[in-house]
Each structure stands twice: as C-alpha cells, then as structure tokens.
C-alpha cells in the first residue's frame, strides 16, 4: 500500500530565506508525483507535477525534485515571501494512470515577516 | 465556469440527518473525483468518475456514502446517517481526461464543503 510521508510538520522561518520540504513514499512504481499549496478554508492549488520519467521541475521560486528509486522529492522554495505561508502537500498518483491521488499529511509553513 | 465550483461552502447537519453536497467541474472535464480531508490530515480518496460511470469507488468508507453524476457533468455525494465522525472538508476534483496524455492529468481541486455534524 502507498504511504506517503511529509516532514517537518511544521516550519517557521524568516522571510528572505531558501527552504526545502521533504516527502518520501513507500512504493517507488509511481506515473506522477505532485506539490500542492492549501491556504486556509480553500481548496488546493497544483505548484508543480513531475512526471516518472523526469528529474525535476521548475517554477519560478519554487523547484521540485524526484528521485523515484529512493523514494524522495524535495521542493526547494527559494527567497521566501510571507504570501509563501500555505500548507504545502505531497501527492503521488499509482503506477495506474487512471486512478486516485495519495496525499501526504503536508507541510505547515511560516514565513515570518 | 472557470474553476470548479462546490455548493454548500458550509454544511451543519445533526447526527443521524441525510445531506447532499455539489460539485460543479470545469465545463468539458471527464474526469471527477471527490476527496475527504480532516483536521490536520491530507486529502483521502472517496471516488473517481469518468464520464457518468464510477470508475473507482473503492475509497468510500461504508455504504452510507453514494456519489452519482448522472449527465457526466455536475456531482452530488450522498451521505445518509450521518454520524459526528463524518465531519471534514469534502474536496472535488476534475481532470480533463485521464490516461492519454501528461497535459491533461492535472486534477483542478475546488474550494470545498466544510461539513460539520453535531
């Protein structure tokens, strides 16, 4: 059964600042991985997806990585905003194109002023 | 419309009473999913239609829970009996198609119904 796995938690840190979000999943056999942003009361916003056979991808601030061998993607927010503060959720869909999206716990993130 | 739409953004019922929630998708989406997220938790898979039909429904927890989409647009959830651990924001998605091509697997997420069973 595919786990997926956020850590930390939660994160606090000054804005100005580069930080990374970690998510580990259980079963390498992926189609896609996938960063989401949650801002309270509201729905989720897709930040980035990288498919199975890419290694990262890039959007403005924000960079995804994806190892699928080991397991891990990381997503690298660089020079932090305080509109950065969301939860950020990891998400992967089974090796089975046509199916549900298993969701981490998320990140809650902080970026102090 | 230009996202989806979800209808009530907020639902308090008592325990024991039926409710209906709504979900509008993105006009000409085939794909639609539906979600349940709790307190503190990410999102768990409920259902996941393609056209009229449900293609997977193997994330509904008991068969107090019933999702249609007769017209292979609009989605209601069915929840009967509801019960206080049935509180939690009921996300749904949609996706233009599944399978064919990268573009088009993106699952747009609306903004939610909250509900909230005393």
């Known amino acids: 059964k595919q786990e997926v796995t956020q850590i930390p938690a939660a994160l606090s840190v000054p804005e100005g600042e580069n930080l990374v979000l970690n998510c580990s999943f259980t079963d390498s056999a992926i189609y896609n991985l996938q960063w989401f942003r949650q801002d309270p009361g509201k729905g989720l916003t897709s930040l980035l997806l990288i498919q199975s056979s890419q290694r990262e991808q890039t959007s403005g601030r924000l960079n995804a990585s994806l190892d699928k061998s080991s397991g891990r993607s990381t997503l690298y927010i660089a020079a932090s905003q305080p509109g950065d503060s969301a939860t950020y959720l990891c998400?992967?869909?089974?090796?089975?194109?046509?199916?549900?999206?298993?969701f981490g716990k998320g990140t809650r993130l902080h970026i102090l002023p | 419309g230009a996202g989806v739409s979800q209808t009530p953004s907020n639902k308090v019922t008592e325990k024991g009473k039926y409710v209906e929630l709504r979900c509008d998708p993105i006009?000409?989406?085939?794909?639609l999913y539906w979600y349940r997220q709790s307190l503190g938790q990410g999102p768990e898979f409920l259902i996941y239609f393609q056209g009229t039909g449900a293609a997977d429904d193997s994330g509904l927890p008991n068969d107090r829970f019933f999702a249609v989409r007769p017209e292979g647009s609009v989605s209601t959830l069915k929840i009967q009996r509801t019960e206080r651990g049935d509180s939690a924001v009921y996300l749904c998605?949609?996706?233009?198609?599944?399978?064919?091509?990268?573009?088009?697997?993106?699952?747009?997420f609306g903004p939610g119904t909250r509900l909230t069973v005393l």
């Open positions: 998400a992967v869909r089974p090796g089975d194109r046509d199916d549900k999206i298993i």
């Open positions: 998605a949609s996706s233009l198609v599944v399978g064919l091509a990268e573009s088009t697997d993106t699952q747009y």
């Open positions: 006009s000409g989406h085939t794909a």
